[in-house]
């Protein structure tokens, strides 16, 4: 069972900033497609972005300009940095680890909560 943890969430300002990290095992940042979901309450969940495996990055529309992902393969660790945050950024974002090995396999993180106000 692979575990994702997620730390950096909390409440912060409109136009702040917050830095998500994902933990998890080494493997996987070479075997799975990394990224963020996130979900808004009453909202369905919705990509934030991902890295795919040669490295390039997608943006859902709304944060292009604003987030960036990155990758620290020493620290395994997946990051999102957050910028000019804005209220309709607040839910509770997920990390997760997809199309795994020769399985396939998802994996996901037990999220953690942004609220912007």
């Known amino acids: 069972h692979v575990q994702l943890v997620e730390s950096g969430g909390g409440s912060v300002q409109v136009g702040g900033s917050l830095k998500l990290s994902c933990a998890g095992p080494?493997?996987?940042?070479?075997?799975?497609?990394m990224g963020w979901y996130r979900q808004g309450k009453g909202k369905e969940r919705e990509m934030v972005s991902f890295?795919?495996?040669?490295?390039?990055?997608d943006y859902e529309d709304s944060v292009k300009g604003r987030f960036t992902i990155s990758l620290d393969k020493f620290k395994n660790t997946l990051y999102l940095q957050m910028n000019a945050l804005i209220v309709e950024d607040t839910a509770v974002y997920y990390c997760?680890?997809?199309?795994?090995?020769?399985?396939?396999?998802?994996?996901y993180g037990q999220g953690t909560q942004v609220t912007v106000s």
């Open positions: 080494g493997y996987i940042f070479d075997s799975c497609e």
């Open positions: 890295l795919s495996s040669d490295g390039t990055a």
């Open positions: 997760a680890a997809e199309g795994c090995g020769l399985e396939q396999d998802n994996y």
